[in-house]
């Protein structure tokens, strides 16, 4: 992804600043400082400084809103390792693995807390409850997706119902308060909101497709863990509307711990044919919103990234 010199010397001014720790206690900085060893992409906060690239914003404020959207996403990701008993997080160990299913809730909590911190020192109320509705609703969407496993009568409006909440609900916030921030109009508001909301829906998408991938060593989870896990996503879903002798072999090895050889077959039959090629149509579909909604901001700063933001989103392959 190109990025101008400015964006990616702000998204280093966004790391520095979620690891400057303010606290002594020795255990939390531990396992702060364990979390955020690694930089990932920062998809998320990098939509927010989008977004805000207005010269109606100060630079402090705008790293300081892009903190937020990193640190309210990294606690959903903790929390998530516990209700999915993972035991790996972007290519390393996770926090309830190395310590405990209790350090990892509680850290979690104090990541939220931090951010929710930062936001009142923002001064913008507008931004608060846009923040504060997500992160209810990214809850919300976890819970609903909890209850889904194993779940054959799920439909595909609430797998897409799911998507949005659990993850496009994050990155139509981080865009929408980057646009408040950047004193937007309206329109313009509404637009990168959009935005946001069908990249990252689309992003999700492309992650549930990237479980299916026999070579799992680039995204840092293991081989196939939704599918062992019992979870339904739309590749899964789709593959299950196609003939019968595929569809009694995918809900056979559901939500099962399944051998090499399974595990195969069962990425072969979801990353072939029908089931394929629906699930990339559905993804395309929410990047083509998206691009037409980018169209719209031409005279925008951020415009020519943008469309490199959205490129990288469906060619991305961790």
């Known amino acids: 992804m190109k990025l101008s010199k400015n964006t990616i010397k702000e998204l280093s001014l966004v790391s520095s600043q979620i690891k400057r720790e303010l606290t002594n206690i020795k255990i939390i900085k531990e396992i702060y400082d364990y979390i955020f060893k690694i930089d990932g992409k920062k998809t998320r906060a990098l939509l927010s400084l989008l977004a805000s690239n207005n010269k109606n914003s100060t630079k402090k404020s705008r790293i300081n ?6 640190l309210l996403h990294t606690a959903t990701l903790i929390h998530d390792d516990v209700v999915d008993d993972s035991y790996s997080r972007r290519g390393k160990k996770s926090v309830n693995y190395l310590w405990t299913n209790g350090h990892s809730v509680l850290m979690g909590d104090f990541i ?11 001064d913008n109320n507008s931004i608060l409850k846009e923040l504060s509705s997500a992160t209810n609703d990214i809850a919300k969407g976890e819970l609903v997706q909890l209850d889904s496993f194993g779940q054959l009568k799920i439909t595909e409006s609430e797998l897409k119902k799911i998507n949005y909440l659990k993850t496009g609900r994050l990155f139509e916030a981080a865009s929408k308060t980057g646009a408040i921030l950047g004193a937007c109009t ?3 508001v509404k637009t990168f909101a959009s935005i946001g909301k069908n990249i990252g829906i689309a992003f999700q998408i492309k992650d549930d497709l990237l479980d299916y991938e026999c070579n799992n060593t680039k995204i840092g989870k293991p081989k196939l863990k939704d599918f062992k896990e019992g979870k339904i996503t739309l590749p899964l879903f789709y593959a299950l509307q196609s003939n019968a002798g595929k569809k009694n072999f995918l809900l056979s090895k559901l939500g099962k ?3 090499k050889k399974d595990e195969k077959e069962v990425s072969k039959y979801i990353l072939s044919g029908e089931s ?3 699930t990339k149509k559905t993804m395309h579909g929410y990047i083509n919103l998206a691009a037409k909604n980018i169209a719209r901001l ?3 700063p951020s415009y020519d990234e943008m469309l490199e933001l959205l490129e990288f989103i469906q060619g991305r392959e961790k």
């Not at 809103?65 to 990193?70: F, K, Q, S």
């Not at 939220?112 to 923002?122: E, I, Q």
């Open 257 to 259: 711990k399944i051998s």
């Open 65 to 70: 809103l892009a903190t937020i959207i990193e």
């Open 186 to 188: 309206m329109n313009e």
């Open 298 to 300: 031409k005279t925008h």
């Open 112 to 122: 939220y807390s931090k951010a929710f911190k930062l936001m009142v020192n923002l």
């Open 276 to 278: 394929l090629l629906v």
